[in-house]
């Protein structure tokens, strides 16, 4: 697996996991990117559950090595802390809204299958 540093706004936890938290202590809910060497999964995860059942959902994003590099990727809420989003390179690749997803299979040439209206509500970063 290959280690991931990454930004202020994210932290790294054990084989390659990225997580964003919301800002806000009301929320439960984290979003997690992980990578375990041969496929990349975001995920929707739950605090207060126990168990299996912290993982509410699971968004495929890649197979095979990672073609990013560490300064490359974040996991961010949106402005209004609705959507929790995977990026590369500055561009969205996958969200989740609750039980909505949006995108995944990521593709370093490819374009994100992920509705033009979720996209601005994550600003600029």
Avoid at 46 to 60: E, L, P, W, Y
Wanted: hydrophobic share 35%; net charge negative; proline share 2%.
């Amino acid at each position: 697996m290959q280690p991931l540093r990454l930004p202020s706004s994210v932290s790294c936890g054990a084989r390659g996991v990225l997580e964003g938290r919301s800002a806000s202590e009301s929320w439960a809910l984290a979003g997690v990117f992980e990578h375990d060497g041969e496929t990349g999964y975001i995920y929707l995860y739950d605090q207060f559950k126990s168990g299996n059942q912290r993982v509410t959902g699971a968004i495929h994003v890649l197979s095979g090595r990672l073609d990013f590099s560490e300064s490359e990727v974040e996991v961010r809420w949106s402005k209004d802390e609705e959507l929790v989003g995977f990026f590369v390179r500055g561009r969205l690749w996958a969200a989740f809204r609750g039980a909505e997803k949006y995108g995944g299979d990521y593709r370093s040439e490819g374009q994100a299958d992920i509705l033009d209206s979720v996209v601005p509500l994550f600003g600029a970063c």
